[in-house]
């Protein structure tokens, strides 16, 4: 192979090269173009996305408010509960007591 063929080749393979870069380039472009109206569309569902963003973040403090009010009505109760057992096993206790009392007092 002499230089002029080497030269020849060479001009061939950079050719043929440059035109599958063109064409991989074309069809790249083909496939990733966006229009304006799909701009508007995009526009509208990023939008529609952030509406539904901060929809979400209020259902959830709105949630972590209820649950907290929840829990401190809860609490709440459950202090009544003990208070009003403590206050039946006194009373019980001191029915106990006039109860022997009055036997003891009938008995003698």
Do not use: P
Request: hydrophobic share 45%.
């Amino acid at each position: 192979m002499n230089r002029t063929e080497l030269i020849i080749a060479t001009a061939i393979v950079l050719f043929i090269a440059f035109l599958m870069g063109w064409f991989a380039h074309w069809l790249i472009h083909r496939f990733v173009r966006v229009g304006q109206g799909d701009m508007s569309d995009l526009d509208t569902m990023a939008q529609q996305l952030h509406e539904a963003e901060e929809q979400r973040d209020q259902a959830i403090l709105y949630y972590q408010q209820r649950e907290a009010d929840m829990t401190g009505q809860l609490n709440q109760t459950e202090a009544e509960l003990r208070a009003a057992m403590e206050g039946l096993r006194e009373a019980r206790h001191e029915a106990e007591e006039l109860r022997a009392y009055i036997e003891r007092e009938n008995a003698g």
